[in-house]
């Protein structure tokens, strides 16, 4: 079982290289493994780092204001190329003009200025050594600050309660701590295959798994033309799909169906959701496709009982892990820059590295940060002061078989109904529906309740909840979240994963890793027939 | 300290339009005053029971609601250059647009003045006095959904600094005054610490910046918490220079506030005596050398070294 594994074989973060855990308990009835941390925590300097973070917020209005000296132009002349910030009165640009007020030549300089103490209060809440509420209210100030001071259009003071807008940034401030769904969430494995005929095109269609959850229900679907014909420009297969397909149970009760999902021209992926739910009770459901039999699929079996583990994470080592996650990111992204920064800025993980060492969370010989330093010098990325005098530290093993397997385009194509629940982690409660696997990655259909609202788009949850899989041949893999909806607390990702799975990988440990804890789920790869 | 902490601010008149005419509020002596309403507390308990809302009343009761809220110093002026741009109109429109149609009435004067309806709200009002701005400012009302849901108090905050800079200064002072060793909430200030850390720096910083033509990230800020006035001295030359100042919070409300932290060359660290327009006031003419007693009056172009 892999659960023992990642104990045992030295995983890449921190709190696994210093292999401090013990087998703590093995719940019989579920069959979840715990592992937990020994040790105490090592106390943080919480008002240290606290007030660091509103030290440098204030830092960043000053930068916002003009009072730093370098490369400057004239604020007045900075505010009217903006359209967006309306136009300042006479008497006070005079002021300004004759105060000498300067700012630096940055494209948005107050905007710049919010990111950097997001990030900075990101990481030290993720790291545990300020509240969530307090990062978010620095920000909110902050925002709050510059909005009234013009920098950025009043309009962001939008939102209700000003703390609201850094909910956005922070979104464990919504975090829905929801139960366990009552009746629990019920996931059946189809992986089925069927041919069916959309306005003449012939289509192959998969059933991957059903969830269940008391509130929607939801069939996994991958559907891909037959190459046999040039495809006609009529309305989009998933919306045909959507109005000729039916669906009933074994009691005679109907039920209406949406799609909801993307693709290519002739590749969709995505959900058909069932109206209303199916009661519990109920046997089967007979999904009725244009051009082809009703193909049945039973409802009433018990979910995969596959090995679980749970492992809880040393408290003193959140700052690493926080970090390990911020390079790992930026190991796999290469060099390219940061889409929210200017080319040639440092990466955000050096801003919350800097962070995290000025405000006394990390020190110079930190082993994430030699690890950062490591992988910039892979790289040929400068990290700024103080970071630059960082010594570079060994990759971990993890890391060394993301690169070796990186560029590999050798994944066994085929699916796996998973059809699983990990156990609940910080709140949430998850079930793996489907894995696809494909030449170059792979993807893992994830159905959460109790999961964040997301704020941050550009990267979601990404605080809070991580996912990564290990492969019994030792091969390591991060995701990206490709995919997401949301909806009253529960929301539906699609994560790919890469490199490409090993072909000689028999198992996948999909891991989930929040700020406590991690749980994982072993996944057999019985590869079935893909599209 | 023998003066209380207001003593080197002079007052300031504003006008509010309550009832039927044109009110004046007075900040004085620390605190703000309705003169048109010899008995406030009176009114507010006819108010409670159902009576006309007294926007006098109202900006008194709002200022003593955050005459001790560190959000004040967050969003608050960093010095008297450092000017707040939005308007009491643009809070107004913000607000409407968070306000479901019909919750509000709001119509225009002439001459394009706000004027609007609705429980806790403002009117009207021209600043004079020692801050010497004149203008037509307005503060609306604070909706109700926002007094009922969220963080209602931010909007209503907003809507106080909105009024002028002088006003906006005031209630810094009033704040750090609080937080400070003898001010109400002095017993828990350590638990505000970083706080008051981030609101000294903030306020330090421009003040050596002018002093001494250092950059921001050149000056350290500490709370000085011990006795006497604190310390400020200058580790290295040049760019390198770093500039260390301990300082207490209460140099907010006594030296800043007033705008006497930098005065003729002098940096000023503490206040012996004060009377405005007159200062006795303790004040270094460099860092590390040991601070000296000087007069200093303040002019209509501001505070300046009467006797050294």
Same mark, same amino acid.
Not at chain 1, 128 to 155: F, H, K, M, T
Not at chain 1, 218 to 223: C, D, N, Q, V
Not at chain 1, 448 to 459: F, K, L, N, Q, V
């Given at each position: 079982?892999?659960?023992?594994? %990642? $104990?045992?074989?030295?995983?890449?973060?921190?709190?696994?290289?210093?292999?401090?855990?013990?087998?703590?308990?093995?719940?019989?009835? &579920?069959?979840?493994?715990?592992?937990?941390?020994?040790?105490?925590?090592?106390?943080?300097?919480?008002?240290? /780092?606290?007030?660091?973070?509103?030290?440098?917020?204030? $830092?960043?209005?000053?930068?916002?204001?003009?009072?730093?000296?370098?490369?400057?132009?004239?604020?007045?002349?900075?505010?009217?190329?903006?359209? +967006?910030?309306?136009?300042?009165?006479?008497?006070?640009?005079? *002021?300004?003009?004759?105060?000498? @007020?300067?700012?630096?030549?940055?494209? #948005?300089?107050?905007?710049?200025?919010?990111?950097?103490?997001?990030?900075?209060?990101?990481?030290?809440?993720?790291?545990?050594?300020?509240?969530?509420?307090?990062?978010?209210?620095?920000?909110?100030?902050?925002?709050?600050?510059?909005?009234?001071?013009?920098?950025?259009?009043?309009?962001?003071?939008?939102?209700?309660?000003?703390?609201?807008?850094?909910?956005?940034?922070?979104?464990?401030?919504?975090? %829905?701590?929801?139960? #366990? =769904?009552?009746?629990?969430?019920?996931?059946?494995?189809?992986?089925?295959?069927?041919?069916?005929?959309?306005?003449?095109?012939?289509?192959?269609?998969?059933?991957?798994?059903?969830?269940?959850?008391?509130?929607?229900?939801?069939? &996994?679907?991958?559907?891909?033309?037959?190459?046999?014909?040039?495809?006609?420009?009529?309305?989009?297969?998933? @919306?045909?799909?959507?109005?000729?397909?039916?669906?009933?149970?074994?009691?005679?009760?109907?039920?209406?169906?949406?799609?909801?999902?993307?693709?290519?021209? !002739?590749?969709?992926?995505?959900?058909?959701?069932?109206?209303?739910? =199916?009661?519990?009770?109920?046997? @089967?459901?007979?999904?009725?496709?244009?051009?082809?039999?009703?193909?049945?699929?039973?409802?009433?079996?018990?979910?995969?009982?596959?090995?679980?583990?749970?492992?809880?994470?040393?408290?003193?080592?959140?700052?690493? *892990?926080?970090?390990?996650?911020?390079?790992?990111?930026?190991?796999?992204?290469?060099?390219?820059?940061?889409?929210?920064?200017?080319?040639?800025?440092?990466?955000?993980?050096?801003?919350?590295?800097?962070?995290?060492?000025?405000?006394?969370?990390?020190?110079?010989?930190?082993?994430?940060?030699?690890?950062?330093?490591?992988?910039?010098?892979?790289?040929?990325?400068?990290?700024?002061?103080?970071?630059?005098?960082?010594?570079?530290?060994?990759?971990?093993?993890?890391?060394?078989?993301?690169? /070796?397997?990186?560029?590999?385009?050798?994944?066994?194509?085929?699916?796996?109904?998973?059809?699983?629940?990990?156990?609940?982690? !910080?709140?949430?409660?998850?079930?793996?529906?489907?894995?696809?696997?494909?030449?170059?990655?792979?993807?893992i259909e994830v159905h959460a309740r109790g999961w964040p609202e997301p704020g941050d788009s550009r990267r979601p949850w990404r605080e809070l909840f991580r996912w990564t899989a290990r492969d019994d041949a030792g091969g390591w893999y991060v995701t990206t979240v490709k995919g997401w909806s949301f909806s009253e607390a529960a929301a539906d990702l699609t994560l790919e994963l890469r490199p490409a799975i090993n072909p000689a990988a028999r198992e996948l440990q999909v891991i989930l890793t929040g700020r406590t804890a991690e749980v994982s789920i072993s996944v057999p790869l019985d590869w079935q027939e893909g599209l | 300290m023998i003066s209380p902490w207001w003593a080197a601010l002079g007052p300031v008149d504003i006008q509010v339009s309550c009832g039927s005419g044109e009110h004046r509020v007075r900040w004085a002596d620390g605190?703000?005053?309705?003169? +048109?309403?010899?008995?406030?507390?009176?009114?507010?308990?006819?108010?409670?029971?159902?009576?006309?809302?007294?926007?006098?009343?109202?900006?008194?009761?709002?200022?003593?609601?955050?005459?001790?809220?560190?959000?004040?110093?967050?969003?608050?002026?960093?010095?008297?250059?450092?000017?707040?741009?939005?308007?009491?109109?643009?809070?107004? !429109?913000?607000?409407?647009?968070?306000?479901? =149609?019909?919750?509000? *009435? *709001?119509?225009?004067?002439?001459?394009?003045?706000?004027?609007?309806?609705?429980?806790? &709200?403002?009117?009207?009002?021209?600043?004079?006095?020692?801050?010497?701005?004149?203008?037509?400012?307005?503060?609306?009302?604070?909706?109700?959904?926002?007094?009922?849901?969220? !963080?209602?108090?931010?909007?209503?905050?907003?809507?106080?600094? $909105?009024?002028?800079?002088?006003?906006?200064?005031?209630?810094?002072?009033?704040?750090?005054?609080?937080? &400070?060793?003898?001010?109400?909430?002095?017993?828990?200030?350590?638990?505000?610490?970083?706080?008051?850390?981030?609101?000294?720096?903030?306020?330090?910083?421009?003040?050596?910046?002018?002093?001494?033509?250092?950059?921001?990230?050149?000056?350290?800020?500490?709370?000085?918490?011990?006795?006497? @006035?604190?310390?400020?001295?200058?580790?290295?030359?040049?760019?390198?220079?770093?500039?260390? %100042?301990?300082?207490?919070?209460?140099?907010?409300?006594?030296?800043?506030?007033?705008?006497?932290?930098?005065?003729?060359?002098?940096?000023?660290?503490?206040?012996?005596?004060?009377?405005?327009?007159?200062?006795?006031?303790?004040?270094?003419?460099?860092?590390?050398?040991?601070?000296?007693?000087?007069?200093?009056?303040?002019?209509?172009?501001?505070?300046?070294? %009467?006797?050294?």
């Amino acid at each position: 079982m892999l659960g023992r594994r %990642v $104990a045992d074989s030295g995983f890449a973060f921190a709190g696994m290289l210093a292999g401090t855990y013990r087998a703590d308990s093995c719940d019989r009835r &579920s069959g979840v493994r715990r592992l937990v941390a020994s040790g105490a925590p090592a106390a943080l300097d919480r008002e240290r /780092a606290e007030t660091y973070l509103r030290v440098q917020a204030e $830092a960043e209005l000053q930068v916002a204001l003009g009072f730093l000296r370098g490369e400057v132009f004239d604020i007045l002349e900075w505010r009217q190329q903006r359209a +967006e910030i309306r136009p300042i009165r006479q008497d006070l640009s005079e *002021r300004w003009l004759s105060s000498g @007020w300067k700012v630096p030549r940055e494209a #948005r300089p107050a905007e710049v200025c919010l990111l950097r103490i997001s990030t900075l209060g990101r990481a030290l809440a993720a790291a545990g050594a300020i509240d969530d509420a307090i990062a978010a209210d620095v920000l909110a100030d902050l925002q709050a600050a510059v909005a009234i001071r013009g920098l950025i259009p009043a309009e962001r003071l939008l939102g209700g309660p000003m703390r609201s807008l850094a909910s956005l940034y922070f979104p464990a401030q919504r975090l %829905v701590r929801a139960p #366990r =769904p009552t009746p629990p969430m019920r996931l059946i494995p189809a992986g089925t295959v069927a041919t069916c005929a959309v306005q003449g095109q012939r289509l192959r269609v998969y059933l991957g798994s059903i969830v269940v959850d008391g509130q929607s229900a939801a069939l &996994s679907i991958t559907a891909r033309l037959v190459p046999d014909r040039i495809p006609p420009k009529r309305l989009p297969v998933p @919306w045909q799909i959507r109005n000729d397909c039916t669906a009933a149970d074994d009691q005679g009760a109907s039920y209406g169906i949406h799609f909801s999902g993307g693709g290519s021209d !002739d590749h969709w992926r995505g959900h058909l959701h069932l109206t209303p739910v =199916p009661p519990a009770g109920t046997r @089967w459901l007979d999904f009725s496709l244009p051009g082809t039999d009703p193909v049945r699929l039973r409802v009433d079996g018990a979910p995969r009982n596959l090995p679980m583990s749970e492992l809880s994470l040393p408290a003193d080592e959140a700052a690493d *892990r926080y970090l390990d996650a911020g390079t790992a990111e930026l190991l796999t992204a290469g060099d390219a820059p940061d889409s929210e920064m200017d080319e040639g800025a440092d990466p955000r993980v050096a801003w919350a590295a800097r962070g995290l060492l000025g405000a006394g969370v990390v020190g110079l010989l930190n082993p994430a940060l030699r690890r950062l330093a490591a992988v910039a010098t892979q790289l040929g990325l400068q990290l700024p002061a103080p970071l630059d005098a960082v010594p570079a530290g060994p990759l971990p093993a993890d890391w060394l078989s993301l690169l /070796a397997r990186w560029e590999r385009h050798d994944g066994p194509p085929g699916t796996v109904p998973v059809a699983a629940h990990l156990p609940d982690l !910080d709140g949430a409660h998850c079930a793996i529906s489907e894995l696809q696997s494909s030449a170059e990655s792979a993807t893992i259909e994830v159905h959460a309740r109790g999961w964040p609202e997301p704020g941050d788009s550009r990267r979601p949850w990404r605080e809070l909840f991580r996912w990564t899989a290990r492969d019994d041949a030792g091969g390591w893999y991060v995701t990206t979240v490709k995919g997401w909806s949301f909806s009253e607390a529960a929301a539906d990702l699609t994560l790919e994963l890469r490199p490409a799975i090993n072909p000689a990988a028999r198992e996948l440990q999909v891991i989930l890793t929040g700020r406590t804890a991690e749980v994982s789920i072993s996944v057999p790869l019985d590869w079935q027939e893909g599209l | 300290m023998i003066s209380p902490w207001w003593a080197a601010l002079g007052p300031v008149d504003i006008q509010v339009s309550c009832g039927s005419g044109e009110h004046r509020v007075r900040w004085a002596d620390g605190t703000p005053h309705a003169l +048109e309403h010899p008995d406030p507390e009176g009114e507010l308990v006819v108010a409670a029971l159902g009576g006309d809302a007294t926007p006098c009343l109202d900006l008194l009761r709002t200022w003593e609601r955050h005459c001790d809220d560190l959000v004040v110093l967050a969003l608050g002026p960093r010095s008297a250059d450092d000017l707040l741009m939005i308007t009491t109109a643009e809070i107004d !429109d913000l607000v409407d647009r968070q306000q479901p =149609p019909g919750r509000y *009435r *709001r119509r225009m004067k002439a001459g394009g003045q706000f004027t609007s309806y609705g429980g806790g &709200s403002f009117t009207t009002g021209r600043i004079s006095g020692a801050g010497a701005i004149q203008g037509r400012l307005k503060i609306g009302g604070v909706p109700a959904r926002l007094v009922t849901e969220g !963080d209602p108090g931010r909007h209503e905050l907003l809507r106080l600094l $909105a009024l002028s800079t002088p006003l906006q200064l005031r209630l810094s002072g009033a704040v750090a005054h609080a937080w &400070s060793a003898h001010g109400p909430h002095g017993d828990r200030a350590d638990r505000a610490k970083p706080a008051l850390t981030a609101a000294l720096t903030g306020r330090v910083a421009p003040a050596v910046a002018r002093w001494l033509d250092m950059d921001f990230t050149q000056v350290e800020t500490a709370l000085h918490a011990g006795v006497g @006035w604190g310390a400020i001295e200058l580790d290295g030359l040049a760019a390198e220079a770093r500039l260390k %100042v301990a300082l207490p919070v209460s140099w907010l409300a006594w030296v800043w506030a007033p705008g006497l932290a930098v005065v003729d060359g002098h940096f000023v660290v503490g206040v012996q005596h004060a009377a405005w327009p007159t200062a006795q006031v303790l004040a270094l003419s460099a860092p590390g050398r040991d601070p000296v007693e000087l007069t200093v009056r303040h002019e209509r172009t501001g505070w300046s070294v %009467v006797r050294r």
